[in-house]
């Protein structure tokens, strides 16, 4: 691979980041995703992060609104309206999900280059998830920024922007695992309303989330190991400090152990969760 390669990747990046409307930004990451096979297998000594440009902003759809999450409309899987609701919900966490990887990406310096493909795969999909959802959406009449919808995972995104340690465990292994636990109910509501087809959506979704959690998961291990950290500790630690939303239960057991969690982590993080 050629440093103007890896150049060109991280300005791709940059670009997407930055896009203001759906459009220009899957545009943009079906630039990327098209680059995915040529540097796949980059070798270890390529230097990714002195390509990135990590001053890149992220550019703000106009058409949503951004609401506090109490004034999120109520999502009725029952009604047209409210499973269209509900499944611009979940698009928006996936569009949110695009940014989120690439900012992974494109924040962080010093990391092995393993980091960064990982994340702008990660990216491709998250992409490939929203296109999918909207793509439903439109089926029902509706289409992305017809709702409002709320921004609390890039508000989390903000507060750990100086550390690459405390991101790995604020978003991906606190936040979107929470997706990991939150889906098959969600699939269970749209069955009963005769949306199969968003339930097979939600199926893909689910299968590379565990995916993305386990990649968030190794890398936080990875640093706290670096640090001289207990991983399992250092995450609880790192909730209370940044003010995260502790792990509900019930908890998808299966999916969060496919996505490196152990048992006896879960079991902790229901046995020692906050009182309200």
Avoid at 55 to 76: C, I, W
Avoid at 224 to 239: H, K, S
Wanted: charged letters at 25%; aromatic letters at 8%.
């Amino acid at each position: 691979m050629h440093s103007v390669t890896v150049g060109g990747v991280g300005a791709i990046a940059a670009l997407a980041l930055g896009a203001a409307t759906p459009c220009a930004k899957m545009s943009a990451m079906g630039e990327l995703s098209a680059l995915l096979p040529t540097w796949a297998d980059a070798p270890a000594d390529v230097e990714f992060s002195r390509f990135f440009c990590r001053d890149a902003e992220r550019g703000e759809f106009s058409r949503l609104e951004l609401v506090t999450p109490d004034k999120v409309p109520r999502r009725r899987s029952s009604t047209a309206s409210g499973r269209a609701a509900l499944l611009h919900s979940i698009a928006h966490i996936e569009y949110a999900a695009v940014d989120l990887a690439l900012d992974h990406a494109l924040r962080f310096d010093g990391m092995p280059t393993r980091y960064y493909l990982d994340w702008l795969r990660v990216a491709a999909d998250e992409a490939r998830h929203f296109e999918m959802l909207r793509a439903h959406l439109q089926t029902l009449g509706y289409d992305y920024g017809d709702f409002p919808a709320h921004a609390g995972l890039w508000q989390m995104a903000a507060r750990t922007a100086h550390d690459v340690l405390a991101r790995m465990a604020m978003v991906p292994r606190l936040l979107e695992a929470r997706g990991l636990d939150a889906t098959p109910p969600i699939q269970r509501k749209l069955a009963e309303a005769g949306d199969e087809a968003a339930v097979r959506v939600l199926e893909v979704i689910l299968h590379d989330e565990e995916d993305h959690v386990r990649l968030g998961d190794g890398w936080f291990r990875q640093l706290c190991n670096e640090r001289g950290l207990e991983p399992e500790l250092a995450f609880r630690e790192l909730i209370v400090q940044y003010q995260g939303p502790w792990p509900q239960t019930p908890m998808n057991i299966p999916s969060r152990l496919a996505a490196g969690f152990s048992a006896a982590e879960l079991n902790d993080l229901t046995r020692l969760r906050p009182a309200r």
